[in-house]
């Protein structure tokens, strides 16, 4: 909030009797509201912006260029630890795609430190030079049926409720938690009602739907057909298209956004990590596939911008206008939304802003407490009572798998992989030095041959998982990520052939996001040299724990069939 003084220069500088603080010159604003383009300059006094529509003086001068000036974008939701960098190295690779805001939810971090992990977020919010806002972690646990690091209950949350940077709950993934009226669920949803609830229903459709929304949730990020997500708006739920490295449902949700919409759409990436953001983008590389898609234009940057501002509470952002907030991207183009400059609450962003950030300790460097293994650990015994076995069906792009069943030959070792129909070996390690426990299981999909994949990014517990055509290569990489306190593994023929080392909770990177950019380059050949035909093995890796997404999961404690929302086989 200004003070008396301040606010008054940005009344006089806004009605032009005196200079502004900065001045962008010459540029062409785009209204997101009507669509109309206007020749301008833009006044700011402090974070705010207090003239448009005219000429203005300052006492420091933008040219513009006659580029274009849109509403800083806002990526609705996501889980910054997935980027694998930290919050600050986040700030420096996101900023400069015109992202002024991310609402985030920290649950990744919270499923292995707690509270901990929480205020690491939140400290760390108070120091980028984007603005982070979060959401508090509604489930942690996700279900009952993983071994995560910490729990959080309601007393947990309360906590940190009214921190400046909070804005509400975060995504309610335990959706048949909701409907059963599990206690512990009903106690988060009845504090947080008349707040921002952030909704997560894959497939939730009908009268289950109503149940849900009739708890106040009001935002959805997992629609992925525009059927779902059309029932999904005409009952209320904000649709947030998302388009992650993992999760890609831009294309399949598209044609949802339109005149009548795009006040009840926004954009989110929900996971995307520094190789892709350097090769494709972030929201900036979502706006030009939309408008890419035949979507009206300055709709495309009104879900961008205002509209997610609105659909969180944002209300001081999301508009070039007088009394919004300073928060600006500079385009070389509307139709490539290429981004060329970005102001974030008053400020040119350069390489000193990001400099002048006050430090935050790095936490949970030793949350990696898994044992060693050895290849007997993954042998799968056969079940004499089941001609079939359960395999997990892996789609690229989803993190929705399939249902799928095979028949296995065995061996004094269990059951065998069959390369002959891309059936290869997955385990999951519990590595919270709780319980030792091993899920083992099948998967199909990936295509490997030879050797294993492992990663200590297991959503949402953040247990080991491992995949692989070779039990002996499977120890080596889960053995070598334990050595690491986390991160990914590739190993072939007894070598580690690349890894990313995330000591920090077993989930991020302390290097810089260009150094993580080039490892991954550097895992995503290796697992090829395996067979591998996923466009991000590692990110698919992650989600075979994930047991709120349909269909079929495999966690520490076993096979997980999410439709039942029970353990099987």
């Known amino acids: 909030m200004p003070t008396k003084e301040r606010l008054t220069r940005m009344i006089r500088a806004g009605a032009g009797e005196i200079p502004a603080d900065i001045v962008i010159k010459n540029v062409r604003l785009l209204d997101v509201i009507t669509g109309a383009i206007t020749h301008t300059d833009i006044a700011i006094v402090g974070d705010r912006i207090v003239g448009t529509h ?131 669920m009903i106690d988060k949803l009845h504090a947080f009602q008349g707040d921002h609830i952030d909704g997560h229903a894959p497939l939730l459709l009908d009268k289950a739907l109503n149940g849900y929304l009739a708890a106040g949730i009001r935002t959805d990020h997992e629609a992925t057909s525009a059927a779902e997500a059309r029932e999904k708006l005409a009952k209320g739920m904000a649709i947030l298209i998302r388009e992650g490295s993992v999760s890609k449902d831009l294309n399949a949700l598209a044609e949802i956004l339109d005149e009548n919409t795009s006040s009840f759409v926004a954009l989110c990436t929900d996971d995307r990590n520094p190789l892709d953001i350097a090769e494709e983008g972030h929201l900036d590389s979502s706006i030009r596939r939309l408008i890419a898609h035949g979507r009206p234009l300055h709709h495309v940057y009104r879900a961008a911008s205002h509209s997610a501002a609105r659909i969180f509470g944002l209300h001081d952002r999301g508009l070039v206008a007088p009394g919004w907030r300073a928060d600006i991207a500079l385009l070389d183009s509307l139709e490539n939304c290429a981004v060329s400059d970005v102001i974030t609450a008053g400020r040119l962003v350069r390489p000193e802003l990001f400099e002048s950030r006050y430090p935050v300790a790095a936490v949970g460097l030793a949350s990696m407490k898994a044992k060693p293994v050895t290849a007997k650990t993954f042998v799968v015994p056969a079940n004499p009572a089941r001609n079939e076995t359960l395999v997990i069906g892996v789609t690229p792009g989803k993190i929705i798998t399939r249902r799928e069943s095979a028949v296995l030959e065995i061996s004094e070792n269990g059951l065998q992989p069959d390369f002959g129909n891309d059936v290869i070996k997955v385990a999951v390690i519990e590595r919270h030095g709780r319980n030792g426990n091993i899920g083992r299981g099948f998967v199909t999909g990936f295509g490997l041959t030879r050797g294993a994949i492992a990663s200590s990014v297991g959503h949402d517990s ?108």
Not at 162 to 175: S, Y
Not at 513 to 521: G, P, W
Not at 526 to 536: N, T
């Open 462 to 569: 953040h247990n080991i998982t491992v995949v692989g055509a070779n039990d002996a290569d499977m120890a080596v990489a889960v053995n070598r990520l334990i050595t690491l306190g986390g991160g990914f593994v590739v190993a072939e023929d007894g070598e580690v052939t690349a890894e990313l080392a995330l000591p920090l909770a077993g989930l991020i990177s302390l290097l810089p996001f260009e150094a993580v950019a080039e490892k991954l380059h550097n895992l995503r050949d290796a697992a090829r040299v395996l067979g591998c035909v996923l466009p991000e093995p590692f990110l698919q890796v992650s989600f075979l724990a994930l047991p709120v997404i349909p269909h079929l999961k495999l966690t520490d404690m076993g096979m997980f069939d999410v439709d039942a929302f029970a353990l099987v086989q």
């Open 54 to 184: 005219g000429y203005y003086n300052g006492e420091r001068l933008i040219e513009g260029g006659n580029r274009f000036a849109v509403p800083g974008f806002i990526d609705t939701h996501l889980h910054i630890e997935s980027s694998l960098i930290t919050p600050f190295e986040f700030d420096r690779c996101v900023l400069r795609h015109g992202v002024t805001t991310v609402i985030c939810d920290p649950h990744e971090i919270a499923n292995v430190l707690g509270a901990e992990g929480i205020r690491y977020f939140l400290d760390c919010a108070e120091r980028t030079v984007m603005d982070i806002r979060v959401n508090l972690s509604s489930c942690v646990p996700a279900t009952a049926f993983e071994t995560s690091g910490a729990r959080l209950e309601i007393a947990d949350l309360e906590k940190f409720r009214h921190h400046t940077k909070v804005i509400g709950l975060a995504e309610v993934m335990n959706f048949p938690g909701v409907l059963a009226g599990d206690p512990g």
